[in-house]
């Protein structure tokens, strides 16, 4: 299936001397959606916890890929769970749903 999203690179700034900032940019790429797997816990909770293995293939990122924070899946952000470089593309498994800083809105 193919894959139209956003990832989400964070950017470290100095805002004064000793304070770092993180800016977070999206960057548009295209891939393919590798594997689907959607998983309900079972566990004793009241709301089961959603997890998925699903893996997304996407052009390799000219730069530094620890400064990936998320994809955008299904108009949500996903946490990056692990990548695997497979030149000229890297693979990466989503983890849990994005809750870190975002872009700023455009006016």
Request: hydrophobic content about 35%; proline content about 7%.
């Given at each position: 299936?193919?894959?139209s999203g956003k990832l989400g690179v964070a950017e470290q700034s100095e805002v004064s001397p000793g304070v770092w900032e993180e800016t977070i940019t999206e960057?548009?790429?295209?891939?393919t959606i590798?594997?689907?797997?959607?998983?309900?816990?079972?566990?004793d909770s009241?709301?089961?916890r959603y997890r998925t293995t699903t893996s997304i293939?996407?052009?390799s990122w000219p730069g530094d890929r620890s400064s990936i924070r998320?994809?955008?899946?299904?108009?949500?952000?996903?946490?990056?769970?692990?990548m695997v470089e497979e030149h000229p593309k890297i693979v990466i498994y989503i983890g849990e749903e994005y809750?870190?800083?975002?872009p700023?809105?455009?006016p």
């Open positions: 299936m193919r894959y960057v548009d790429v295209l891939g590798e594997q689907r797997t959607e998983v309900l816990s079972d566990s009241v709301l089961p293939s996407v052009l998320y994809i955008t899946l299904w108009g949500t952000r996903w946490t990056i769970g692990s809750h870190g800083p975002t700023e809105p455009t």
